[in-house]
């Protein structure tokens, strides 16, 4: 779970609100629905700073229930001979936090962010490509996809991973598509750098960040790093995001990420505006009979 800024999002990690009727956080959800489909453990990847905070309100809640370990993502971790530029404040984005967990994992792995629902499908689906792909002759990645329309916000604009999908259910290529809106007959649409605007008809498979690797991809990431901080070293703000990076390695032919579809809904809780909408959905899914009261 990459979950090293969640205290800058919500304003401080004491402020991370609960989802559900029993002060649930989206987190338990998520570690629930991955121990039900045979995940075992589970691995915070956090700010060192944030190591009290997060275990007293976050850490705790799963401690005892499933196995709890906790990396830590940091500026300084970069390979030799490069460093952080002086001017810079915050870690080098979710490609260089996966690898911050390489140490404690031990085989197949899912990676999802630690403030985004995923629902119970998703985990069932990584799950199930994890026990085919053990007896493929090569490792395969996989990448849960939603359809557009499933993760569009009522609150503005949103930023988007649109994937190409071959003929064989494999991607092809992942589009970073900015200022993505609904318009009013539920499609959506976002603006062309040159003016007027380019239509989505909703149905396009999008990532939201929910992957599924083997150990293979830390050598593969720190080689990725590596060139990224050959161009990028001395940048203030560049970030190396995991979703580039794997579109990189498709690209070069280097990995074949499946693409597994749910139908279940997401939603995330970036924001406090986001608060009621994701407790609407729990409530609902409560009185579907889906979660229990009472995890």
């Not at 987190?27 to 629930?32: D, G, I, P, R, T």
């Not at 039900?36 to 691995?43: E, L, Q, T, W």
């Not at 810079?88 to 990676?111: D, E, S």
């Not at 494999?170 to 976002?190: M, N, Y």
Request: aromatic fraction near 8%; charge should be positive.
């Amino acid at each position: 779970m990459l979950a090293a800024g969640l205290g800058s999002r919500f304003g401080g990690l004491k402020q991370v609100a609960p989802v559900g009727p029993g002060g649930e956080l989206i987190v338990e959800y998520s570690a629930h629905d991955a121990r039900r489909a045979g995940f075992a453990r589970v691995v915070f990847v956090i700010r060192r700073d944030l190591e009290r905070d997060f275990r007293a309100a976050i850490g705790r809640r799963l401690e005892g229930r499933m196995d709890v370990a906790y990396a830590f993502q940091e500026l300084a971790d970069v390979p030799a001979p490069h460093a952080p530029p002086p001017g810079r404040a915050k870690p080098w984005g979710t490609g260089q936090a996966v690898l911050a967990a390489a140490a404690l994992v031990r085989g197949p792995f899912a990676v999802i962010n630690a403030d985004d629902f995923y629902g119970a499908a998703a985990y069932r689906a990584l799950a199930e490509h994890f026990r085919a792909a053990s007896a493929a002759p090569k490792p395969a990645c996989a990448l849960v996809g939603y359809p557009l329309r499933q993760t569009l916000s009522e609150h503005g604009s949103v930023n988007r991973g649109l994937c190409r999908v071959d003929a064989a259910g494999r991607l092809t290529g992942l589009e970073e598509v900015l200022k993505i809106e609904r318009t009013p007959d539920g499609r959506a649409r976002h603006p062309l750098p040159g003016g007027g605007w380019r239509p989505l008809s909703g149905d396009e498979i999008v990532s939201m960040t929910c992957f599924g690797f083997g150990p293979a991809l830390f050598g593969q990431l720190r080689d990725l790093f590596g060139g990224f901080l050959e161009k990028n070293a001395r940048s203030e703000t560049a970030e190396f995001y995991l979703p580039v990076a794997v579109n990189d390695l498709v690209a070069a032919g280097r990995a074949e990420v499946k693409i597994l579809r749910t139908d279940d809904r997401w939603f995330g809780v970036t924001h406090r505006e986001d608060l009621p909408a994701a407790r609407g959905a729990i409530a609902q899914l409560i009185a579907a009979g889906v979660y229990p009261e009472r995890l």
